[in-house]
Nanobody, 124 residues
Framework: QLPLVESGGGLVQPGGSLRLSCAASGFTLNYYVIGWFRQAPGKEREGVSCITSSGSITNSADSVKGRFTISRDNAKNTVYLQMNSLKPEDTAVYYC?????????????????WGQGTQVTVSS
């Protein structure tokens, strides 16, 4: 069983919204930086957004700035990715990942724990 579980993906029309959730299984996320990544068919995995353990610092890829918002609720042991104004090019499998560190990074090589991914499809 993977230590992280994503949910909230689905099919949405262009301009629509989805909220993804990332929950931990068997450990607390409170001490971990959490990143969201995505991988579209035939493309490399790319970093989308990340958030520090306290939630005080976030970073996002230029392609999603102003549209996606990452947040966390440590009391619920969950991290969220609110995605608004979705575009067809946002279609991908979205993964959350965790790293025990203080630095928010969009590079996947720095992350230790991963979820199984959730499919997001933006299409009319």
């Amino acid at each position: 069983q993977l230590p992280l579980v994503e949910s909230g993906g689905g099919l949405v029309q262009p301009g629509g919204s989805l909220r993804l959730s990332c929950a931990a299984s068997g450990f607390t996320l409170n001490y971990y930086v959490i990143g969201w990544f995505r991988q579209a068919p035939g493309k490399e995995r790319e970093g989308v957004s990340c958030i520090t353990s306290s939630g005080s610092i976030t970073n996002s890829a230029d392609s999603v700035k102003g549209r996606f918002t990452i947040s966390r609720d440590n009391a619920k042991n969950t991290v969220y990715l609110q995605m608004n104004s979705l575009k067809p090019e946002d279609t991908a499998v979205y993964y959350c990942a965790a790293r025990r560190d203080y630095v928010c990074s969009l590079h996947d090589i720095f992350y230790t724990y991963w979820g199984q991914g959730t499919q997001v499809t933006v299409s009319s």
